[in-house]
């Protein structure tokens, strides 16, 4: 008899184990979500996070709580979320700057396609590849030729190596067969202040950074990044456009949590977040900052990671060639 109750528990033990995971997918979330990001407040980045998470955080009632763990490009937020408990309580709000590190810093941090559960991508905005205003260029032809005339002479900058800016002047050096010389900057800040003292004479900016900056006329535009040209500035002319055909990045947003998080919490954020992206308010706030909305399912968002790590692979490969080749 005592065997008999003490089976009986055994098993009643095991049911109950099996169905708290069950249990805790039905109930999620039933506290606040951090939704961390591997960039300083104010950056793009940050901005798409406090934006989306204001929706996000309606819908699946509870507050979405926008946590700023920069450093590293972006991978000291990316190793946090990556070791978190599997619950769904800790995003990560990655960027462009992760799939980059996959090639250009394997051996740090964790592998971004195993060790991260995709949910949905949230948006994209466009570089806007600006000059010193006193640098006797018009238009991308004349940057390039000026280039080639000069290899090497002029600078270029970017905030920080495997930063999204950084690898979106080496696939335009690629592409156009010049030489600029990089200087790397620990952020975004300092690279426009050296860029307007002339310090520097070349950068690619998240258009949300580069919009002010332009209008006031302390930096001249010569193009935007992507295939299609940005809403925020209509009149600029694409890079593949304006000389460099097919040319076509910029800087994505997207939310995973740690690989092995249950998938109908996985499904249940990716839904809320599809559908903030349709809100009317949420839209307009993206649209303001020069971003558009993206969304799509996990599936989805696993196959864009897949291409960008090998698209971002091959330019790596295309500067450590050019490197040995000095």
Known sequence: ??????????????????????????????????????????????????????????????????????????MIATEYVARATKDGYTLLLATIAATI?????PDKGPNFEKDL????LVGSLP???????????????????????????????????????????ELFKQMAGIKMTGVLYPGSA?????????????MFSPASTALGLIKDGRVKALATSQTKRASVVPDLPTISE???????????????????TPAPIVDKISKATNDALKDPETLKALHAQGLDALGGSPDDFARFIKNETERWARVIRGMDAAKENK
Do not use: C
């Not at 205003?133 to 238009?139: A, I, M, R, T, Y």
């Not at 300092?190 to 070349?202: E, F, K, N, Y």
């Open 101 to 105: 590190n996959t090639t250009l810093m």
């Open 242 to 260: 304006a000389g460099l055909p097919g040319y076509d990045t910029g800087v994505w947003f997207g939310i995973l949590g740690p690989a092995g």
């Open 1 to 74: 008899m005592i065997q008999l109750k003490r089976l009986a528990l055994l098993l009643a033990a095991l049911v109950f184990v099996a169905q708290r995971p069950a249990l805790a997918d039905e109930t999620y979330p039933s506290r606040p979500i951090r939704l961390v990001v591997g960039f300083a407040a104010g950056s793009s980045a940050d901005v798409a996070a406090r934006i989306v998470s204001r929706k996000l955080g309606d819908l699946l009632g509870q507050t979405v709580l926008v946590e700023n763990r920069p450093g590293a490009s972006s």
């Open 127 to 169: 570089n806007i590849l600006i000059v010193n205003p006193k640098l006797d260029v018009k238009d991308v032809k004349a940057l390039i030729a000026l280039a080639k005339q000069k290899p090497d002479e002029l600078f270029y900058g970017a905030s920080g190596l495997g930063s999204g800016p950084h690898l979106a002047t």
């Open 190 to 202: 300092q690279t426009i202040t050296d860029l307007i003292a002339g310090r520097i004479q070349v």
């Open 117 to 120: 559960a995709p949910i949905t």
